[in-house]
């Protein structure tokens, strides 16, 4: 993909930015639940001083290979053993963003030989990010994932300072095509078809409104925001969408009353793009939120589905073009066909939520054959933009059969991309303003 170039003013963006993870109070790594505390600390039967409480045994830690720098833990590498480490934007077990990543990480101890995993979560952008950042690489690690856009720059800066230590970005833009580079998946796939469905309960219920969740006004969010419309057109062509923009990646609290202003607001359908159950939660009966990040949050009866993340082949793939030392640092963009992203109820061993298994078959029939052609490799994220698509502004974003380009849907000309069609545009049927861009 070819690099752009993005305006000092995107800095300003970014250090409120969390990458597609919210930012939450920093707390140490040893501070977890203790079966899924990273495998440097120690079991409790093993701490020297068994009477004490785990977190007040340092000569534990010391011992272990676990260091305090600053307010986060940094855990030791093992010997034999090649060392993966994994920053978190927010609490390992979220519901959401980072819980996924994690889930991601157990899957890599459990099927890739001789590694060992580890990772500090709740880590803050800026200085904090380059610290901990720069921690596991003194300590040794071969590879770190850092799962925040908002840890780009602190990511580009350890890479440069740590040539023999792999660093891949989520959702970035930048690399530097030896040691450090940027992981993305196509989302929008999924969110098309998460709005066909939305669209579909909306029309079934008399009721042709629906509301969005918006995080940030950067272009991963208002390119799903719009996958998830065009989806909803293609079900209930009279259907609308309302915007809501909470300015956070993790926050129960404000993700819910956005929830529930556009419920009361009318809307039947709320979509998230933010990492709680929220909409699910919020939803009052006779209407459905969709969930997002993490295949294991739609367990509300009013959840109609979840857009998931599979990261676990992707990050053991990396992992072993690492320890061959055929990895190289670029930008990766993965489709549906990389089992990476899953649409709940409707992937190999999910049965449909209720308020889904009723939907009229011809819709369910759209969604089935569509999220097959995914799978297959025949249908990707410039299927779903392909024109013909107009802005809500009556403008011709695509003519007939036209669609974008990567660097369309990852950039903002105000921003500096040298993107064409960029992705700064609602489609027609979204009711909201453009989000003002600083």
């Given at each position: 993909m070819k690099r752009f170039v993005w305006l000092a003013v995107l800095g300003l963006i970014m250090a409120l930015?969390?990458?597609?993870?919210?930012?939450?109070?920093?707390?140490?790594?040893?501070?977890?639940?203790?079966?899924?505390?990273?495998?440097?600390?120690?079991?409790?039967?093993?701490?020297?001083?068994?009477?004490?409480?785990?977190?007040?045994?340092?000569?534990?830690?010391?011992?272990?290979?676990?260091?305090?720098?600053?307010?986060?833990?940094?855990?030791?590498?093992?010997?034999?053993?090649?060392?993966?480490?994994?920053?978190y934007v927010g609490p390992h077990d979220d519901g959401g963003w980072t819980q996924a990543h994690d889930v991601g990480r157990m899957y890599v101890?459990?099927?890739?030989?001789s590694v060992h995993t580890a990772y500090v979560e709740n880590v803050a952008e800026g200085a904090d990010a380059e610290q901990v950042i720069r921690s596991l690489a003194r300590k040794g690690f071969d590879v770190?994932?850092?799962?925040?856009?908002?840890?780009?720059?602190?990511?580009?800066?350890?890479?440069?300072?740590?040539?023999?230590?792999?660093?891949?970005?989520?959702?970035g833009f930048k690399a530097n095509g030896a040691n450090f580079g940027n992981l993305m998946g196509a989302m929008e796939d999924i969110k098309?078809?998460?709005g066909m469905l939305a669209g579909s309960r909306a029309k079934m219920d008399g009721n042709p409104k629906l509301g969005y969740i918006a995080t940030f006004p950067i272009p991963e969010e208002l390119r799903l925001g719009n996958a998830f419309a065009l989806g909803v057109q293609k079900t209930c062509p009279e259907c609308t969408v309302?915007?809501?923009?909470?300015?956070?990646?993790?926050?129960?609290?404000?993700?819910?009353?956005?929830?529930?202003?556009?419920?009361?607001?009318?809307?039947?359908?709320?979509m998230t793009g933010a990492d709680t159950p929220a909409p699910a939660e919020a939803a009052p009966e006779g209407k459905w939120g969709i969930t997002y990040d993490y295949s294991g949050n739609c367990t509300n009866p009013k959840c109609l589905t979840s857009?998931?993340?599979?990261?676990?082949?992707?990050?053991?793939?990396?992992?072993?073009?690492?320890?061959?030392?055929?990895?190289?640092?670029?930008?990766?963009?993965?489709?549906?066909?990389?089992?990476?992203?899953?649409?709940?109820?409707?992937?190999?061993?999910?049965?449909?939520?209720p308020g889904v298994a009723e939907l009229p078959a011809e819709?369910?029939?759209?969604?089935?054959?569509?999220?097959?052609?995914?799978?297959?490799?025949?249908?990707?994220?410039?299927?779903?933009?392909?024109?013909?698509?107009?802005?809500?502004?009556?403008?011709?974003?695509?003519?007939?059969?036209?669609?974008?380009?990567?660097?369309?849907?990852?950039?903002?000309?105000?921003?500096?991309s040298e993107c064409k069609t960029c992705m700064y545009w609602w489609n027609e049927n979204i009711t909201a303003e453009l989000p003002e861009l600083q």
């Open positions: 930015l969390a990458g597609c993870g919210g930012a939450a109070p920093a707390q140490p790594a040893a501070e977890q639940p203790k079966a899924e505390a990273p495998a440097a600390e120690q079991p409790k039967e093993e701490a020297p001083a068994a009477e004490q409480p785990k977190e007040e045994a340092p000569a534990a830690a010391e011992e272990a290979g676990t260091t305090t720098e600053g307010k986060y833990q940094i855990p030791a590498i093992e010997d034999g053993k090649y060392n993966v480490a994994f920053v101890e459990q099927n890739v030989e770190i994932f850092t799962t925040s856009f908002g840890y780009m720059d602190a990511s580009e800066i350890v890479a440069d300072e740590f040539p023999d230590v792999d660093i891949i970005h989520l959702t098309f078809l998460a309302d915007v809501r923009w909470i300015f956070t990646w993790h926050d129960p609290i404000v993700e819910k009353e956005a929830a529930s202003s556009l419920f009361d607001g009318g809307a039947q359908v709320v857009m998931y993340w599979n990261w676990g082949p992707e990050y053991a793939r990396i992992i072993e073009a690492s320890r061959e030392g055929t990895w190289k640092g670029g930008w990766e963009y993965f489709d549906a066909d990389s089992g990476a992203l899953g649409l709940y109820g409707f992937m190999e061993g999910e049965k449909m939520q819709d369910l029939t759209l969604v089935k054959d569509t999220l097959d052609k995914m799978l297959k490799g025949e249908f990707t994220r410039f299927d779903v933009f392909k024109g013909p698509i107009k802005d809500n502004q009556g403008n011709v974003v695509l003519e007939d059969g036209v669609s974008l380009e990567q660097l369309d849907l990852d950039g903002f000309k105000q921003f500096g």
